[in-house]
């Protein structure tokens, strides 16, 4: 059994309700999330009377079956989380944008995007500066130095820095220079980095494995929520496909269900999502339609030259119109986005 408790029980209210869980001579255990407090307790078909919690003070729900979604469920009446990012509120009403290149490859590279990205609206600047190539031969990042000069481009331009870490020996870093902590498709189910990052508070951006049922996905999120940091954001990137015309088929039908079943924010990466820039605008159009709290979008002013996704990344006057159809999708559901930034 489950009992779940709002936001405003009293430590009193709490205990008064673990001392009648004990009563039945069972282990109580309790975790806390920023919304509310799951106290769980293995009790047994009708050993205990759900009725009698429900009018215990502070008890919002019970539930009788043990749902392995504890602290990523949605349950009735909750609010949706925001998640604050120095400012920047993810899962309200604004939709986040999330841009820059694949990967970190220089000071001018980043500088000339940081400003582009920021003049259209954007309010993170995105780029790899550790990256989980396919190919050990490929770039692999230019790490430290690259989100050193990431960070200080975002600086310049009033931006916040997402950035994929791969380690656990890279958190502290991570944590001096990212707003955001991305965790990528491949490391989802790398369960003892997520178990490490429960630790902090800073907040991680969540990819969905390219594998990954929705349900393996809220559980990768529920070890961090379970660990201690609530700042959790949902981020589908698109799975494997049978349909050798692409790589990947970026699930929209996740933002939706995801939005039933879980109260954290979901974006939508539609670059890694596709594959190809010109199913990116499209793509995000859509995502947004489909109710997501934000895009992570791969841009670049020479993709040609791009060392890691140049093929996927849109050119810098697609960013510009695919931010302008986009402030029109969000406004015909009630949401915004940032107006372009004159003084960029
Ligand atoms: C990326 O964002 O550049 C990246 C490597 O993403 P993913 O983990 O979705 O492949
Ligand atoms: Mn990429």
Request: aromatic residues 4%.
């Amino acid at each position: 059994m489950m009992v779940l408790m709002n936001r405003e029980a009293t430590e009193e209210m709490i205990q008064a309700v673990i001392e009648r869980l004990r009563s039945s001579g069972r282990d109580v255990k309790r975790h806390e999330s920023r919304l509310r407090t799951c106290l769980e307790a293995a009790v047994q078909g009708d050993e205990l009377n759900e009725k009698e919690f429900l009018s215990m003070d502070g008890v919002v729900d019970v539930i009788k079956q043990s749902s392995p979604f504890k602290l990523v469920a949605c349950k009735a009446g909750q609010e949706k989380t925001i998640v604050d990012v120095d400012g920047v509120r993810i899962g309200g009403e604004e939709v986040i944008i999330m841009a820059g290149p694949c990967s970190v490859e220089s000071k001018e590279q980043i500088d000339h995007l940081a400003k582009m990205v920021a003049a259209n609206g954007a309010k993170l600047l995105r780029g790899g500066a550790f990256k989980p190539r396919t190919s050990p031969y490929s770039f692999q990042g230019l790490g430290e130095k690259g989100l050193r000069i990431l960070r200080d481009a975002a600086d310049a331009h009033g931006l916040k820095v997402i950035s994929e870490l791969m380690s656990i020996g890279q958190i502290e870093m991570l944590q001096e220079y990212a707003h955001i902590i991305q965790i990528g498709t491949r490391n989802m189910a790398n369960y003892d980095l997520l178990k490490s990052l429960a630790k902090i508070k800073t907040p991680v951006l969540l990819k969905r494995g390219m594998g990954a049922t929705i349900s393996e996905w809220l559980l990768a999120a529920e070890y961090l929520l379970a660990g201690g940091n609530p700042n959790v954001i949902l981020c589908e990137r698109g799975i494997r496909t049978f349909d050798s015309a692409k790589d990947m088929i970026l699930d929209l039908s996740a933002i939706p269900i995801v939005g039933r079943m879980s109260h954290l924010p979901i974006i939508a990466d539609p670059s890694h999502g596709t594959g190809f820039r010109q199913y990116v605008t499209p793509m995000s159009r859509a995502a947004i339609a489909a109710g997501a709290d934000g895009l992570l979008v791969e841009v670049h002013h020479q993709p040609e030259k791009a060392l890691s996704d140049g093929p996927q990344a849109l050119l810098l006057d697609q960013f510009t119109n695919m931010m302008s159809q986009c402030r029109k999708i969000a406004e015909a559901i009630g949401r915004f986005i940032a107006e372009p930034n004159e003084k960029e």
